[in-house]
């Protein structure tokens, strides 16, 4: 095999990629800063056990997904899987008990060992929003605000739809969990051997199920929403009636689950019909129990992740790029003043592409490949005389233009 390959799953960020990239990442960040939200970072990976009791045992990443290896000094490391549980690991290191509420962002690469198909990768990188600390309903409702801030932002307000569901409080849960075990052992033998697997453990991820056997089965299963208790209820109708004040349209999708324990009330997803069978662009929802099962104080949370891969699939309205001015020195003796002056400009702040060599049509090729707006060309004779040739790309325009004049003229151009 062929080793000078990617690795199945990754994905270089060519330029014109890398530029999507930061568009949705800049974006991202500046609407994330309106919402008080700051900046975070977390390692790229974290000892196992961070994400293995985070995500839980049952779930697909954990049991299939990760990326595992034990390291020269023998420890299990895991390349995370997703930004959450670093987060709250980093919030209990750091004791920022002491500074809640944290409202944080971040993003950055995710590894998960998945079939890889359009839109799901084996690197891919995630935007995340994180609130800790606050658990009543307004930290619900402004990350929801938020994350349909950013997608309406990115020109992809009209092509998702939020699903929103609640999974209530743990007497909620327990009351509906007794209930879903009753059906699911009514079908045991049909399931799929992980949802037999999960269904005592977790049987509210067997909702979750991608198996087609499965799904047909817990179609007819009793649904979590008519099970609410009445301050869980209460707590749903806030979140709606919230977005409702904020215009942020949803629809109730009583099959959405996180099916962890600690995850709780608020759970929710943006879909879209673009991507085929990779649908979810984000994801979230409120996870009250985390930081405590992680070892912490016990502290409400809420999130959500959004995967940049697809964002950018759905992104049509790109900035356009922004464009150099290339410096064509013609002669020898030109070749050393144009290197300085290409210095110079810079020093002004201005984008210069300095051609290395050829002849003149040569470079004026590559002044037109790299979209240049403007040529400065740069001869013997005219340095003689103080100026240069600017030659207008677009208007197809050329004029002598003094030395001393030009940083201020090419910074007029538009
Ligand atoms: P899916 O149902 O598509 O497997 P998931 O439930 O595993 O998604 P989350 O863990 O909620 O996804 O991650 C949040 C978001 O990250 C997803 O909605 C998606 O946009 C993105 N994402 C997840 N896994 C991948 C992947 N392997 N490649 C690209 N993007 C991904
Ligand atoms: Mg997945």
């Given at each position: 095999?062929?080793?000078?390959?990617?690795?199945?799953?990754?994905?270089?960020?060519?330029?014109?990629?890398?530029?999507?990239?930061?568009?949705?990442?800049?974006?991202?960040?500046?609407?994330?800063?309106?919402?008080?939200?700051?900046?975070?970072?977390?390692?790229?990976?974290?000892?196992?056990?961070?994400?293995?009791?985070?995500?839980?045992?049952?779930?697909?990443?954990?049991?299939?997904?990760?990326?595992?290896?034990?390291?020269?000094?023998?420890?299990?490391?895991?390349?995370?899987?997703?930004?959450?549980?670093?987060?709250?690991?980093?919030?209990?290191?750091?004791?920022?008990?002491?500074?809640?509420?944290?409202?944080?962002?971040?993003?950055?690469?995710?590894?998960?060992?998945?079939?890889?198909?359009?839109?799901?990768?084996?690197?891919?990188?995630?935007?995340?929003?994180?609130?800790?600390?606050?658990?009543?309903?307004?930290?619900?409702?402004?990350?929801?605000?938020?994350?349909?801030?950013?997608?309406?932002?990115?020109?992809?307000?009209?092509?998702?739809t939020l699903e929103l569901?609640?999974?209530?409080?743990?007497?909620?849960?327990?009351?509906?969990?007794?209930?879903?075990?009753?059906?699911?052992?009514?079908?045991?033998?049909?399931?799929?051997?992980?949802?037999?697997?999960?269904?005592?453990?977790?049987?509210?991820?067997?909702?979750?199920?991608?198996?087609?056997?499965?799904?047909?089965?817990?179609?007819?299963?009793?649904?979590?929403?008519?099970?609410?208790?009445?301050?869980?209820?209460?707590?749903?109708?806030?979140?709606?009636?919230?977005?409702?004040?904020?215009?942020?349209p949803h629809v109730v999708n009583?099959?959405?689950?996180?099916?962890?324990?600690?995850?709780?009330?608020?759970?929710?997803?943006?879909t879209?019909?673009?991507?085929?069978?990779?649908?979810?662009?984000?994801?979230?929802?409120?996870?009250?129990?985390?930081?405590?099962?992680?070892?912490?104080?016990?502290?409400?949370?809420?999130?959500?992740?959004?995967?940049?891969?697809?964002?950018?699939?759905?992104?049509?309205?790109?900035?356009?790029?922004?464009?150099?001015?290339?410096?064509?020195?013609?002669?020898?003796?030109?070749?050393?003043?144009?290197?300085?002056?290409?210095?110079?400009?810079?020093?002004?702040?201005?984008?210069?592409?300095?051609?290395?060599?050829?002849?003149?049509?040569?470079?004026?090729?590559?002044?037109?490949?790299?979209?240049?707006?403007?040529?400065?060309?740069?001869?013997?004779?005219?340095?003689?005389?103080?100026?240069?040739?600017?030659?207008?790309?677009?208007?197809?325009?050329?004029?002598?233009?003094?030395?001393?004049?030009?940083?201020?003229?090419?910074?007029?151009?538009?």
């Amino acid at each position: 095999m062929a080793r000078l390959q990617p690795v199945r799953g990754t994905h270089d960020l060519l330029p014109d990629d890398a530029r999507r990239f930061r568009h949705i990442t800049e974006t991202f960040r500046k609407i994330a800063e309106r919402y008080g939200h700051q900046e975070i970072a977390t390692p790229i990976f974290e000892f196992t056990e961070v994400f293995s009791r985070s995500l839980g045992e049952t779930t697909d990443v954990v049991t299939k997904e990760m990326y595992t290896f034990e390291d020269r000094s023998g420890d299990s490391i895991t390349l995370r899987p997703e930004y959450t549980a670093g987060i709250a690991r980093a919030f209990i290191s750091n004791g920022l008990q002491q500074e809640v509420p944290c409202k944080f962002f971040g993003w950055g690469p995710m590894f998960r060992h998945e079939r890889p198909q359009k839109g799901r990768l084996r690197q891919f990188h995630q935007l995340d929003v994180e609130i800790l600390g606050v658990g009543e309903p307004q930290a619900d409702i402004e990350v929801l605000a938020l994350a349909h801030d950013l997608l309406t932002a990115l020109g992809l307000g009209d092509k998702v739809t939020l699903e929103l569901n609640s999974l209530g409080d743990l007497e909620s849960r327990t009351a509906y969990r007794a209930k879903l075990l009753e059906f699911l052992e009514r079908y045991e033998a049909d399931l799929s051997e992980d949802s037999r697997t999960r269904m005592r453990k977790n049987p509210l991820r067997v909702l979750d199920s991608k198996d087609e056997g499965d799904k047909r089965i817990v179609a007819d299963a009793p649904l979590l929403i008519g099970h609410l208790n009445a301050s869980s209820a209460a707590f749903f109708a806030a979140v709606q009636d919230g977005l409702g004040a904020l215009g942020v349209p949803h629809v109730v999708n009583p099959r959405i689950v996180r099916g962890l324990d600690y995850y709780s009330h608020t759970a929710f997803e943006f879909t879209t019909t673009a991507l085929g069978a990779q649908g979810t662009v984000l994801a979230g929802g409120r996870y009250d129990g985390l930081v405590g099962e992680l070892g912490g104080p016990a502290t409400p949370g809420i999130g959500w992740a959004s995967g940049i891969e697809r964002l950018a699939m759905l992104v049509e309205n790109m900035p356009e790029a922004p464009r150099p001015v290339a410096l064509v020195p013609v002669g020898d003796g030109a070749e050393r003043e144009a290197l300085k002056l290409a210095h110079q400009l810079r020093q002004a702040g201005l984008m210069i592409d300095l051609g290395y060599k050829g002849n003149m049509g040569k470079r004026m090729k590559r002044a037109d490949k790299i979209k240049a707006r403007a040529a400065v060309i740069v001869g013997e004779d005219e340095l003689e005389r103080g100026v240069v040739a600017l030659r207008d790309l677009d208007a197809g325009t050329q004029s002598d233009v003094p030395l001393a004049d030009l940083a201020a003229v090419l910074a007029a151009l538009n």
